[in-house]
């Protein structure tokens, strides 16, 4: 019984894992177009409208931190605790995207 419910255990990170990705991909889209006035702003409602459509409770405490660089480069990090079958695990989930925030030539 135990090695089904860390095996169930393991495809709940696995699936956190790639919609806490899916959010950070979602926010850096929103966030790195021209006609935004504040990229991280939109970046991080973005990925937070994402996190509460689809993640349900599959992450719980979500945290969306999204910064532009003086480079130019937009960076949206999601992170948050994964739900648990076992106790005392105290699993997390933190991903990341980057990408350069398109601008209009001058």
């Known amino acids: 019984m135990a090695i089904l419910l860390a095996g169930v255990q393991v495809s709940l990170v696995a699936i956190s894992s790639q919609l806490?990705?899916?959010?950070a991909e979602d926010g850096l889209r929103a966030g790195r177009y021209a006609d935004?006035?504040?990229p991280p702003a939109a970046a991080r409602a973005e990925a937070l409208r994402f996190l509460e459509t689809?993640?349900?409770s599959l992450i719980s405490e979500p945290a969306v931190e999204a910064a532009e660089g003086g480079d130019g480069l937009l960076t949206v990090r999601v992170s948050g605790n994964v739900a648990g079958l076992l106790p005392g695990l105290g699993l997390t989930?933190?991903?990341?995207?980057?990408a350069a925030?398109?601008?209009?030539a001058r």
């Open 54 to 56: 689809y993640a349900g």
């Open 93 to 98: 989930v933190d991903r990341a995207a980057a």
């Open 101 to 104: 925030i398109e601008r209009p």
């Open 20 to 23: 806490a990705m899916s959010a």
């Open 36 to 38: 935004v006035r504040t």
